[in-house]
C-alpha cells in the first residue's frame, strides 16, 4: 500500500491522504489568509470522507470542477455537513480565490454522494472500506481500508470520552498501519463533568447579577453540545448563526446522536434566532446566554453580540473551544481586546474559556494505540507531530511522522 500525504501532515487542517494513487482520504481547507489546500494535483476514482468539519472536507467540492466524477462516500450527516459548509463558503467567498469551487461543482456532490452507516463494508477504488464510529461529532468515522495486503486503519478526528451529543469510540479493528490524530498530543483535558459545572455556576451567576452570557460555538457539534447543557441545568439560551441550521439537520438523523430525545428537548428548550428587525440587539439586552458562531470570533453573529455587550463588566463571554493563533478569540483572551468589523475595540465583559474538546487527550489517544503495538503508527493532524512519535518510538511502538508531500510505502509483511 501506498499513502500520499498531501494534507494534514505536521499540521492541523486540509486533511487529505492519497491511497495507492486512487482513493482518496478526505480533503479539507487549512483556515488562514489566504486559505490553504492540499498540495499537488489529485484525480482519484474514489473519495472517502472522516466527518463534517472544514479542515476534512472543506475542498471536496472543488475535485468536481473538471471532468472527473469521483464517488464521494460518507455518513449521512456528514454528506449534509459537507454541503451545508460547501454552501457557507460560497455565500461567504464565492467567485474569490478563496472558494476553490462553483454552485455547479456543489450541485455535482449531490449526484455523486453515496452513504453508509457505521461497520457497513463498501468497496471504493478497488478496497474494501469500512466506517467505525469514531466519536468526535455526529457522523464522525474511522476509516478502515483493505487493499487486499495491507490494512490501513485512518483514525480521523476521535474522542474516546463521552460527550452530551455523542458517546466516545470503542472501534479497534484490526490493522497492520494505524494513521492517528494527535492533535492533543501534549494534553490532559479535565474531566468532562468538573468543566460542565465550573461553565453552569459561571452562567448562572452572571444570570443571577443580572447580565447577558454570549457563548461563541462552532456550529458542528459545539453549538448542540452547549444546547444540551443549557437545557439540562435550564439555563435560558438563545442559539444564533449556521448552528441552527446545523442543530435541525442532526434532528433528522437520530441514530447518529447519543440521545435524540435529549437533542429534541434542547431544540425545543432554545429560542433560535432569525437576525431580523434589529431582533439581535433586544437580545443583547436580556439576561439569557446566546450561543452562537463563529467559535473563535472570526465572523458571523457573535461580531454583533460581542460588542453589544462588551462594556458592562456584569456580562460574560465564555469560549468553549480552542483558540487558534492569530484569530480575534485568541486575541481576545489574551489581550482584553479584539477586532470587530475592522474596529479593535475593548471588552470590559468578563472573558473565560472552557475545554469542551471533541478530540481525545493524550490518554485517549494512548489507549487507543495501546492495542497496536505491532503496528506501524503514523502520526498526523496535529502542531507536534514529530516530537509525540518520538515519544511513541521511545515506549516501543514503531512510528513516525510523514512531512507534507512524503510517500510512503507500506506492508503488512515486516
Same mark, same amino acid.
Given at each position: 500500500?501506498?499513502?500520499?500525504?498531501?494534507?494534514?501532515?505536521?499540521?492541523?487542517?486540509?486533511?487529505? %491522504?492519497?491511497?495507492?494513487?486512487?482513493?482518496?482520504?478526505?480533503?479539507?481547507?487549512?483556515?488562514?489568509?489566504?486559505?490553504?489546500?492540499?498540495?499537488?494535483?489529485?484525480?482519484?476514482?474514489?473519495?472517502?470522507?472522516?466527518?463534517?468539519?472544514?479542515?476534512?472536507?472543506?475542498? =471536496?467540492?472543488?475535485?468536481?470542477?473538471?471532468?472527473?466524477?469521483?464517488?464521494?462516500?460518507?455518513?449521512?450527516?456528514?454528506?449534509?455537513?459537507?454541503?451545508?459548509?460547501?454552501?457557507?463558503?460560497?455565500?461567504?467567498?464565492?467567485?474569490?480565490?478563496?472558494?476553490?469551487?462553483?454552485?455547479?461543482?456543489?450541485?455535482?456532490?449531490?449526484?455523486?454522494?453515496?452513504?453508509?452507516?457505521?461497520?457497513?463494508?463498501?468497496? @471504493?477504488?478497488?478496497?474494501?472500506?469500512?466506517?467505525?464510529?469514531?466519536?468526535? =461529532?455526529?457522523?464522525?468515522?474511522?476509516?478502515?481500508?483493505?487493499?487486499?495486503?495491507?490494512?490501513?486503519?485512518?483514525?480521523?478526528?476521535?474522542?474516546?470520552?463521552?460527550?452530551?451529543?455523542?458517546?466516545?469510540?470503542? @472501534?479497534?479493528?484490526?490493522?497492520?498501519?494505524? +494513521?492517528?490524530?494527535?492533535?492533543?498530543?501534549?494534553?490532559?483535558?479535565?474531566?468532562?463533568?468538573?468543566?460542565?459545572?465550573?461553565?453552569?455556576?459561571?452562567?448562572?451567576?452572571?444570570?443571577?447579577?443580572?447580565?447577558?452570557?454570549?457563548?461563541?460555538?462552532?456550529?458542528?457539534?459545539?453549538?448542540?453540545?452547549?444546547? +444540551?447543557?443549557?437545557?439540562?441545568?435550564?439555563?435560558?439560551?438563545?442559539?444564533?448563526?449556521?448552528?441552527?441550521?446545523?442543530?435541525?439537520?442532526?434532528?433528522?438523523?437520530?441514530?447518529?446522536?447519543?440521545?435524540?430525545?435529549?437533542?429534541? /428537548?434542547?431544540?425545543?428548550?432554545? /429560542?433560535?434566532?432569525?437576525?431580523?428587525?434589529?431582533?439581535?440587539?433586544? %437580545?443583547?439586552?436580556?439576561?439569557?446566554? %446566546?450561543?452562537?458562531?463563529?467559535?473563535?470570533?472570526?465572523?458571523?453573529?457573535?461580531?454583533?453580540?460581542?460588542?453589544? %455587550?462588551?462594556?458592562?463588566?456584569?456580562?460574560?463571554?465564555?469560549?468553549?473551544?480552542?483558540?487558534?493563533?492569530?484569530?480575534?478569540?485568541?486575541? +481576545?483572551?489574551?489581550?482584553?481586546?479584539?477586532?470587530?468589523?475592522?474596529?479593535? +475595540?475593548?471588552?470590559?465583559?468578563?472573558?473565560?474559556?472552557?475545554?469542551?474538546?471533541?478530540?481525545?487527550?493524550?490518554?485517549?489517544?494512548?489507549?487507543?494505540?495501546?492495542?497496536?503495538?505491532?503496528?506501524? =503508527?503514523?502520526?498526523?493532524?496535529?502542531?507536534?507531530?514529530?516530537?509525540?512519535?518520538?515519544?511513541?518510538? @521511545?515506549?516501543?511502538?514503531?512510528?513516525?511522522?510523514?512531512?507534507?508531500?512524503?510517500?510512503?510505502?507500506?506492508? @503488512?509483511?515486516?
Amino acid at each position: 500500500m501506498e499513502l500520499r500525504f498531501l494534507g494534514g501532515a505536521r499540521e492541523v487542517g486540509r486533511s487529505a %491522504i492519497l491511497v495507492n494513487d486512487s482513493l482518496l482520504l478526505d480533503y479539507g481547507v487549512l483556515t488562514d489568509t489566504p486559505p490553504q489546500y492540499p498540495v499537488g494535483d489529485v484525480e482519484p476514482d474514489a473519495v472517502v470522507a472522516s466527518h463534517g468539519h472544514l479542515d476534512h472536507v472543506g475542498a =471536496i467540492p472543488s475535485l468536481l470542477s473538471g471532468s472527473s466524477r469521483p464517488p464521494i462516500h460518507w455518513t449521512p450527516p456528514t454528506r449534509e455537513l459537507a454541503l451545508t459548509l460547501a454552501r457557507d463558503t460560497l455565500k461567504l467567498h464565492g467567485r474569490t480565490l478563496q472558494c476553490p469551487f462553483t454552485e455547479n461543482d456543489v450541485r455535482r456532490v449531490t449526484q455523486v454522494s453515496e452513504t453508509h452507516g457505521y461497520r457497513e463494508t463498501f468497496e @471504493a477504488a478497488g478496497h474494501e472500506v469500512t466506517l467505525f464510529d469514531a466519536g468526535h =461529532i455526529p457522523g464522525s468515522a474511522h476509516v478502515l481500508v483493505d487493499d487486499g495486503e495491507t490494512r490501513l486503519f485512518y483514525t480521523a478526528d476521535f474522542h474516546t470520552g463521552d460527550q452530551r451529543l455523542v458517546s466516545g469510540t470503542t @472501534a479497534r479493528p484490526d490493522a497492520d498501519v494505524v +494513521l492517528c490524530e494527535s492533535t492533543y498530543s501534549d494534553v490532559t483535558h479535565e474531566d468532562r463533568a468538573v468543566v460542565e459545572e465550573r461553565f453552569v455556576e459561571s452562567v448562572e451567576t452572571t444570570l443571577w447579577e443580572g447580565g447577558t452570557v454570549v457563548v461563541p460555538a462552532f456550529a458542528i457539534g459545539r453549538t448542540q453540545e452547549m444546547l +444540551l447543557i443549557c437545557d439540562a441545568y435550564d439555563i435560558p439560551c438563545y442559539v444564533d448563526g449556521m448552528g441552527t441550521d446545523v442543530t435541525e439537520m442532526l434532528r433528522r438523523h437520530p441514530e447518529f446522536v447519543r440521545d435524540a430525545d435529549a437533542l429534541q /428537548r434542547a431544540t425545543s428548550h432554545a /429560542r433560535f434566532v432569525t437576525g431580523r428587525d434589529g431582533q439581535r440587539k433586544r %437580545i443583547a439586552d436580556q439576561q439569557t446566554a %446566546i450561543v452562537t458562531t463563529s467559535g473563535m470570533l472570526s465572523g458571523g453573529p457573535a461580531m454583533t453580540y460581542v460588542p453589544a %455587550i462588551r462594556a458592562n463588566p456584569t456580562n460574560k463571554v465564555t469560549m468553549t473551544g480552542y483558540q487558534v493563533q492569530g484569530t480575534p478569540g485568541r486575541e +481576545l483572551l489574551e489581550t482584553g481586546s479584539a477586532e470587530f468589523d475592522g474596529r479593535v +475595540l475593548p471588552v470590559s465583559a468578563r472573558v473565560e474559556q472552557y475545554d469542551f474538546s471533541a478530540h481525545a487527550d493524550r490518554s485517549g489517544i494512548l489507549d487507543v494505540l495501546n492495542d497496536y503495538r505491532d503496528a506501524e =503508527i503514523l502520526v498526523n493532524h496535529g502542531d507536534r507531530c514529530e516530537a509525540f512519535a518520538e515519544e511513541l518510538r @521511545a515506549a516501543g511502538f514503531d512510528a513516525s511522522a510523514p512531512a507534507l508531500g512524503d510517500v510512503r510505502e507500506l506492508s @503488512a509483511h515486516r
